[in-house]
C-alpha cells in the first residue's frame, strides 16, 4: 500500500452522502461508511434508501467518493445532465490519480464507469449480480451497532399541537413527563457517546425539534454523521433554513398530511397549514435537501393531489408516506375508524405511482407491514422495513435509550447519561428485543397485532 494511500484513509473517516438524482425515473439516497480501521483491505460499505447494503472495496470507495464529491452541490431539485456526470467523472480521475502509487487510467476510468452503471440499476429497481448486495435488515445481523438513532430533543408537551388539541400523528402522547429537555451540553455527551458507537446516521426529532434554540448548535457539534430533520416545517424560518444548510445538515424530512389546507389542519389539530407550506419553500430557497412525508388515513387519501401539488409548486421529486400509527392512547379512541385497511394504503399507492412514474418522482414507503411484499416488489417500491430495537434507536428527550419514537417511556433500555450505549447495546433486555423484531420479519410490534387481524379478515 502506497503512502498516499495509507495517509488517504488514515485521514478521510467521514462519511459521504447524496441524493443521486440521474435522468429518468429513480432518485436515490447514497450513503458510503469508511471501515472502523484504516485498512485498505476492509471494505466500505454502501447504503441506499436506509434499506439496501453493499460493501465495496477500498479503491471503488475512493473513486466514489470522490465522485459524490463532486457532485454534492448539484441540486436535487433537478436532474443531472450528462455533462454534470461527464465533468464529476474527469475531476474524480484527476483526484485519485494521487491517491494511488501507480493509478492506471484506463483501470479507472472502467472501475468508476462499473460504479456508475452499478448505482444506475440500483435507482431503476434493476437485479443486481450476487457479489455482496444485501438488505439492511439481513445485513443487521452483522452488527451490533445500530444504523440510525432517532434524537428526540424536543418533548410533545412543547408542541403546539399537543397542546391545542393533541396531533392524531403524535409519536409521543406518554411522553409528557419528559417535558424537561436535556440541555445542550447533555445532547454533546450523548452525540459523543453515539461517535464512539460509530453510528452513522442522526435524526433530530421531537416533538418539535425546531423549538430548541441550539438545533444548529448541535447538527454542527454532529458534524462527523450524517445529520436529519424531522419537522412539521413550522418554525423553519429563512434565518433558520440558512444556518442549518451552513451547518450541512444533509436532509430535512417535512411533515404535510394534505395539500388541502382543512384536512391537514384537521388532522394536525392546529392551524399550521400555512406555515408548513412556507417553512418547506425557505428549506428549498436556502437548498436543503427536503423529503415531504405524509403519514396517511381515510381523512387524506387524495394523496395523488398532494403529491402532484408539491411536485407542479416546489419541484418536489422525492416523497415518502405511511401508514399513521394510531400509538398509545390514539389507538383506542375513534381516530381508529381512520386507519386504512391493506387493500386501502395499496389503492392509493397505485393511483400516486401512476402519476409519479409518468413524472420521475421517487415514492418511498415506511408501510409497517401494510403494503404486502408481492405488492412492493411488483411495483418496484422502495419500502423501508421496521427495524426498531434493532439497525435504529431512539433516545428520549430525558436520555432514556427506546426502541424507536412510538414506544413510550416504559419500554427503554437504560439512560445515557448513566451508561453508555456501548454497554447498554449488549444487555440481555435489548438483545432481546432485537431478536424478537428479527423473528417477527420487521413488523412494527405496535402495530403488529391490528395487522394480523387485517389480514384474517
Excluded at 485519485?96 to 472502467?110: E, I, R, Y
Excluded at 457539534?221 to 444556518?243: M, P, R, V
Excluded at 411536485?311 to 401508514?323: K, T
Excluded at 419500502?383 to 419514537?405: E, F, Q, R, W
Aim: charged letters at 20%.
Amino acid at each position: 500500500m502506497s503512502n498516499n494511500l495509507k495517509e488517504y484513509l488514515k485521514h478521510e473517516t467521514s462519511l459521504s452522502y447524496m441524493i443521486f438524482n440521474p435522468p429518468g425515473f429513480g432518485m436515490t439516497e447514497i450513503i458510503l461508511i469508511p471501515p472502523a480501521y484504516p485498512d485498505a483491505n476492509l471494505a466500505w460499505t454502501l447504503i441506499f434508501n436506509e434499506e439496501d447494503v453493499l460493501p465495496i472495496c477500498s479503491s471503488w470507495a475512493i473513486l466514489l467518493r470522490y465522485f459524490m464529491k463532486f457532485l454534492k452541490d448539484v441540486s436535487i431539485y433537478r436532474e443531472l445532465t450528462p455533462a454534470d456526470i461527464k465533468k464529476a467523472s474527469e475531476e474524480t480521475l484527476k483526484k485519485a490519480q494521487n491517491v494511488f502509487s501507480h493509478p492506471n487510467g484506463k483501470l479507472m476510468k472502467d472501475d468508476l464507469r462499473q460504479i456508475f452503471h452499478t448505482i444506475m440499476k440500483i435507482c431503476s429497481h434493476e437485479p443486481l449480480p450476487d457479489f455482496g448486495y444485501m438488505k439492511l435488515k439481513d445485513y443487521i445481523h452483522y452488527i451490533k451497532e445500530p444504523f440510525q438513532a432517532d434524537l428526540m430533543i424536543s418533548s410533545s408537551s412543547r408542541c403546539e399541537s399537543f397542546s391545542t388539541g393533541k396531533c392524531m400523528n403524535c409519536h409521543n402522547i406518554n411522553k409528557v413527563k419528559h417535558s424537561a429537555s436535556l440541555t445542550t451540553d447533555d445532547w454533546k455527551t450523548i452525540i459523543n457517546q453515539l461517535y464512539q458507537a460509530k453510528v452513522p446516521v442522526l435524526t433530530f426529532t421531537g416533538g418539535e425539534p425546531t423549538l430548541r434554540k441550539d438545533l444548529v448548535e448541535l447538527v454542527e457539534h454532529a458534524s462527523w454523521f450524517i445529520t436529519k430533520l424531522n419537522t412539521n416545517g413550522q418554525f423553519l424560518t429563512k434565518k433558520l433554513c440558512d444556518d442549518l444548510y451552513k451547518a450541512n445538515l444533509n436532509l430535512v424530512h417535512i411533515t404535510l398530511y394534505s395539500h388541502d389546507k382543512d384536512i391537514h389542519n384537521q388532522i394536525l389539530c392546529s392551524d399550521g397549514y400555512d406555515k408548513t407550506i412556507e417553512g418547506i419553500q425557505n428549506a428549498i430557497d436556502a437548498n436543503l435537501s427536503v423529503i415531504v412525508d405524509t403519514p396517511l388515513c381515510h381523512l387524506n387519501k387524495n394523496y395523488v393531489d398532494t403529491i402532484k401539488f408539491l411536485h407542479e409548486n416546489f419541484g418536489l421529486r422525492i416523497f415518502n408516506c405511511s401508514v399513521m400509527i394510531l400509538s398509545n392512547d390514539f389507538a383506542s379512541k375513534n381516530n381508529i375508524k381512520n386507519r386504512l385497511s391493506c387493500n386501502e394504503f395499496e389503492a392509493i399507492l397505485t393511483e400516486a405511482l401512476i402519476y409519479c412514474k409518468k413524472h420521475n418522482i421517487e415514492l418511498k414507503i415506511s408501510s409497517h407491514g401494510w403494503a404486502r411484499d408481492e405488492y412492493v416488489q411488483r411495483n418496484a417500491l422502495i419500502s423501508t422495513s421496521c427495524l426498531g430495537g434493532s439497525a435504529k434507536l431512539a433516545i428520549s428527550p430525558s436520555g432514556d435509550l427506546l426502541p424507536c419514537i412510538n414506544f413510550d417511556g416504559e419500554c427503554n433500555f437504560g439512560n445515557l447519561l448513566d451508561t453508555n450505549i456501548k454497554t447498554l447495546l449488549q444487555d440481555k433486555k435489548i438483545m432481546s428485543f432485537r431478536n424478537n423484531v428479527i423473528n417477527s420479519k420487521y413488523i412494527c410490534p405496535l402495530t403488529k397485532e391490528d395487522l394480523l387481524n387485517e389480514k384474517n379478515n
